[in-house]
């Protein structure tokens, strides 16, 4: 669920003609979150208002939009060192929010500076003295912002804002993926089935892909190293009871113990992610040991299909036999154009040759760069026999470098995202070239357009 | 104080003819630190002896460290899973070290799996059962290694095992730097002096040069985000009331905080960004203004000079009067190869030629790809005026799309960081075309290395 997120009203004005505030009743989410104020020192030095006024503030807007029909949550923002400062008037700010109507007042540690301990007393304090269905909101300045949303869960609160792998300003957020599993896993609280836990390892590194951010192996529960058992002492006794070296079974995140080649490590697992691309075809063991094969291969080359399905569903459909490209490479030239001092542009310009259906079909273009050249070459060869081509979009384009030791010399991966209006889709190339990384990556969309 | 770590002597031998703890009595440290089991599966099925043996290995070995003069932590391996399991067992471990007069006990959350609440509920029972001197080590398999010592110190525990910005196997340890800063600036335990506090940026980013390891923006307290303003809503407010936006006063750790480029929106704020990177000039308003100006134009072409300081630091310098550029580009032509159906290489060459000290200096290169061929390119051209530039090489390299929409022909932004052994510093490119953006990154990178 998406919940449109801004500011109680303006001072002095009324909550009807806000701005803000009619944007979030504009969209068509059924649940909003406003976020007010609840530290004295900031009601009167950085709004510059007085403390009624702000409770005003708070009671009208979340009023509104519940006349709006709305359900409203509330964060309260810097509550923590509000309620140091002032508790009387933070839980005055909670009171009015509640008893506006607002479903849940989540309680921000704006700042990230309040310890585990301290936050669930608070929350306690707060829960026993409003009654109020609490959410707890925890930044990592102190390295303890999972504990601290745990610790809050244990008061009583009953939503956690954070966000995934912790990603967020200055230190982070907390990390819902921790929170989530050590819920399910460590506190009895099944906020999460069986089946969504066992995802959290893909979502996490899904993520970690779309942000363009390289996923940390350390991560807790979902990083490639977190059931990675180091040699020496323990190895004769990792054999021998190896439950007694893990804190949880991996599997039960999706995580597996060893350092992960990739989520698809096993016969087993490339069926189950065939099946769950719904392609509605049936491997045999013979094509699945196949394909993996084949996976493993290139993925010691420097793809990655987390995060491009549609280039492992093309994977899957070329180990099928009958499978037929729909055009194939013969030749291609790429200059990244030149440029001379003085002189703005830089044109970049390719030549290529494919074969569709036996015939070779030629083509050269221009661009403001060598992958757009690339690009718009490779359409005009393919749209007269493929003409739904020309609704193909990219729509993102990422580049990152595989191994960071070795700098420009280090193969990039390349990530593109497309869209024909109705679909979107995400491929990938891998090489030490960023041309030609390019290229597989768009080769692959158009031919995914096409077979898919 | 160094102190040397070995284990408890082996099964059935006495503890003067184990060459493990004569090592240790022969070490010059007059502390050392013995590790033993505590849990009763590990006595059983790993070191397949019995209950009472390892509790004679034990007291053994801490007694015969003793006679020998040493002063002895003990490490009761596995404490917590053991607590779980045995409480009776995992306790008489403990009183066995005590007794045989180890100095310390420190509890091991081996497995990392404890929450923190779990960590303070068995830490304050084994502290009242054993009236021990108790340490506490934790692992970050939960996210919460912090927050677990802590814990642990409130409830009584003397001595933290961790280590500097938390690095270790899997998820990493409790990191102790966090863990001082909090002990310190929240907890009201003067663990380190105000000197020593002022020095931990300095040593969190040591520690972190001499792993190799890039220093995380985002780590608590030392991080160079942990203290760093976004803009929007928080600006003018910041403004105000600076204090109640910072959890601590960064200098406290000697850190501190900074605005992030982006948010240049004032003479003001560019005044102040210079003085921070200590470039040791100062701007007059009108080149204060000229440079803003300069900001925002390349801002609007897709540059962003947050995470890339050097660029910045050197659009300054260009902004001075008698700011002379190393060299110049006078005309580059790049290809990105061409590759032929199953024929696996695609060279990139690079042909540049560059006005050094007057004189025009070409050079030609291949490479693995075309940016590859461009870096080598400009660095034989470069590397007879400036020598220094033989040991400065490429660390990362990302390119991203600024703005999505166009796909290909869309601008790129590309994001160098460079090290010569003893600096790390990041430089930007953007351009419709991803070679030139790379050219401008790595032109700036070299510029920055020469002149800064």
């Not at 909003?32 to 807007?61: A, I, P, Y």
């Not at 350092?259 to 769950?276: A, C, F, M, P, T």
């Not at 990422?398 to 070795?406: G, I, N």
Request: hydrophobic share 45%; charged share 20%; glycine share 8%.
């Amino acid at each position: 669920m998406l919940t449109p997120f801004g500011s109680t009203r303006r001072t002095r004005v009324e909550a009807a003609g806000d701005s803000n505030l009619l944007a979030l009743v504009e969209s068509c989410a059924p649940v909003v979150t406003v976020v007010g104020k609840s530290w004295d020192l900031h009601v009167t030095r950085v709004l510059e208002t007085s403390l009624d006024e702000n409770l005003n503030m708070v009671r009208d807007s979340v009023r509104f939009l519940r006349g709006k029909g709305k359900r409203v949550f509330f964060d309260a923002e810097h509550f923590f060192d509000g309620f140091r400062a002032n508790p009387r008037y933070a839980v005055e700010v909670v009171l009015a929010a509640a008893e506006a109507g607002a479903e849940h007042i989540v309680l921000c540690d704006t700042n990230g500076g309040t310890l585990p301990e301290e936050v669930a007393r608070i929350v306690s304090a707060v829960k026993y003295d409003t009654g109020a269905r609490l959410g707890i909101h925890t930044h990592n300045d102190t390295d303890t912002a999972v504990a601290s949303a745990l610790a809050a869960v244990r008061a009583g609160a009953t939503q956690v804002q954070g966000t995934i792998n912790g990603y967020g300003e200055r230190c982070g957020n907390a990390n819902l993926i921790s929170v989530a599993a050590a819920m399910s896993l460590k506190m009895g609280i099944r906020s999460l089935s069986d089946a969504q836990l066992g995802n959290l390892t893909q979502v996490s590194r899904y993520v970690a892909e779309i942000a363009n951010i390289p996923h940390a192996p350390s991560q807790p529960y979902v990083g490639a190293s977190a059931f990675a058992h180091k040699g020496g002492l323990h190895v004769a006794a990792v054999a021998k009871v190896k439950e007694s070296y893990e804190h949880i079974r991996p599997e039960l995140v999706g995580n597996a113990n060893r350092v992960l080649v990739s989520e698809l490590s096993g016969r087993g697992n490339i069926l189950r992610k065939v099946q769950d691309l719904g392609l509605g075809v049936t491997l045999t063991p013979d094509q699945a040991a196949k394909l993996l094969e084949r996976v493993k291969e290139l993925e010691s080359r420097g793809f990655q299909y987390e995060g491009a399905e549609a280039s492992f569903d093309l994977l899957v459909r070329r180990s099928l036999p009958g499978y037929e490209a729909p055009f194939v490479l013969a030749r291609t030239a790429v200059s990244s154009g030149q440029w001379v001092r003085a002189k703005k542009q830089a044109l970049g310009k390719a030549e290529i040759t494919v074969e569709v259906g036996g015939k070779k079909v030629s083509s050269s273009a221009a661009g403001n760069g060598p992958v757009n050249a690339l690009d718009t070459a490779l359409r005009q060869a393919l749209v007269q026999s493929y003409p739904a081509l020309s609704a193909v979009r990219l729509t993102d384009y990422k580049v990152r470098v595989v191994d960071e030791r070795h700098g420009t010399a280090a193969v990039v991966r390349v990530l593109i995202e497309s869209t024909d209006g109705e679909r979107t889709w995400r491929t990938v190339g891998a090489s030490a070239n960023i041309i030609e990384a390019s290229w597989m990556a768009l080769a692959d969309s158009l031919e995914w357009a096409i077979r898919a």
